[in-house]
């Protein structure tokens, strides 16, 4: 499914002029899965918007190693904090599938922002929620094992009851800090108690309450 402008939250609720107005200011691209969107610190001249495919955004460490921070979907709009404050983007995207974006110039946005008080409060939430976010994962990463991390990972993901593992359990791994192999160990420990069943691709949890219980989260609202 491609999606529009329209359906990112900060957008939401423009009218239709406002809308055709910054479709017509942004390009619209496709690109192959391993096409590179934008590098780590380079210069944040567009808003981009994932409209359809799945990128990983990344880092290298100083070892040279990649550090995957996360896997996103469409829709999505990246460095929004670049974005105001006139900063480099702050990760490297990379296309995981064949994916479609628009590339929504900073100027633009910005005086949508100043013009639409609407855009302003959303834009705000939208932050809020990475700031909450990216809080959770580091104290995950400093207080908890990686049994409880791979199942509050797991339970903030397992609305539909099935997860998929886009990166693999390398991926997850990286997301949360932790190796495959500690993923693999804890998913396999979960899966003979019943809680979950791994498939190819994506984990089927079967015991969404078992897995809050040992992450320390409330159960997600799902009959399980």
Known sequence: MTFTLADLPMFGGLGDGRLRRLAALSRRRRYPAGQVLCTEGDPAEHLIVLLDGRVKAGRVSAEGKEVVLAVEEAPVAFDKTALLVDGPHR????????????????????????????????????????????????????????????????????????????????????EIGATRVSVNRALRGFERRGMIEIRTGEVVVL??????????LPAPDRAS
């Open 91 to 174: 990760a490297t995207r990379t296309a995981m599938t064949a994916v479609e974006v628009a590339y929504v110039p900073r100027s633009a946005v910005l005086e949508l922002v100043a013009a639409e008080p609407s855009v302003a409060a959303r834009l705000l939430r939208t932050l809020a929620a990475t700031v909450r976010d990216l809080d959770e994962r580091l104290t995950d990463a400093a207080v908890r094992d990686v049994p409880s991390r791979v199942a509050g990972w797991l339970v903030r993901r397992c609305a539909g009851g099935r997860v998929p593992l886009h990166g693999g359990q390398a991926g997850l791994g990286a």
């Open 207 to 216: 015991d969404p309450r078992a897995l809050s219980r040992l992450a320390a």
